[in-house]
T-cell receptor
Framework: GNSVTQMEGPVTLSEEAFLTINCTYTATGYPSLFWYVQYPGEGLQLLLKATKADDKGSNKGFEATYRKETTSFHLEKGSVQVSDSAVYFCALRGGNAGKSTFGDGTTLTVKP | GAGVSQSPRYKVAKRGQDVALRCDPISGHVSLFWYQQALGQGPEFLTYFQNEAQLDKSGLPSDRFFAERPEGSVSTLKIQRTQQEDSAVYLC?????????????FGSGTQLSVL
């Protein structure tokens, strides 16, 4: 079945540092890939997505590129802010358009 | 409504009690999902509805878990004879369509504690 493996956390960075959170996946067919974010006290919300190989999703300074050859969808941001402190989940939704499969989440803390 | 609404926000149950968790998806959203999220883990799939049809219930952990969406909008997840291992956050999500490109809109979840 489908699976998502995320870099283990927690991750602690200083403000303006570069962020990478690794995500790799296993799936049949051609899934869509997503990053969801959960800010403290809030529900999960979509951060960005990519629906086919070599697509780049971007939002709020975050980027991730759908790499079919390495089955990866790593999240990056060039300069993190304190307000980026949250839990980040990598997910995929399969070609049969049913359930989404999530990674275990990576907690990011950004210190001023 | 503006977003996915779940109630109650918190539920404490004694072991053996039955509980019912409600989800009100975004109006017009065809697909509805229930997920279970244990502390420190990602959401685990429970079941999926397309309108009123339950298309996938492969994630329901036992026959104590039952979900319905009789009119294709509001959904209820029922857990009978709750056990301590049922303690988790139960998330509901909906999407406008059924395609793989569709993003999920999540509710804030119901945190269930079984004592």
């Amino acid at each position: 079945g489908n699976s998502v493996t995320q870099m283990e956390g927690p991750v602690t960075l200083s403000e303006e540092a570069f962020l990478t959170i690794n995500c790799t996946y296993t799936a049949t067919g051609y899934p869509s890939l997503f990053w969801y974010v959960q800010y403290p006290g809030e529900g999960l919300q979509l951060l960005l997505k990519a629906t086919k190989a070599d697509d780049k999703g971007s939002n709020k300074g975050f980027e991730a590129t759908y790499r079919k050859e390495t089955t990866s969808f790593h999240l990056e941001k060039g300069s993190v802010q304190v307000s980026d402190s949250a839990v980040y989940f990598c997910a995929l939704r399969g070609g049969n358009a049913g359930k989404s499969t999530f990674g275990d989440g990576t907690t990011l803390t950004v210190k001023p | 409504g503006a977003g996915v609404s779940q109630s109650p926000r918190y539920k404490v149950a004694k072991r053996g009690q039955d509980v019912a968790l409600r989800c009100d998806p975004i109006s017009g959203h065809v697909s509805l999902f229930w997920y279970q999220q244990a502390l420190g883990q990602g959401p685990e799939f429970l079941t999926y509805f397309q309108n009123e049809a339950q298309l996938d219930k492969s994630g329901l952990p036992s026959d104590r878990f039952f979900a319905e969406r009789p009119e294709g909008s509001v959904s209820t997840l029922k857990i009978q004879r709750t056990q301590q291992e049922d303690s988790a956050v139960y998330l509901c999500a909906s999407s406008k369509g059924q395609g793989a490109v569709e993003k999920l809109f999540f509710g804030s979840g119901t945190q269930l504690s079984v004592l």
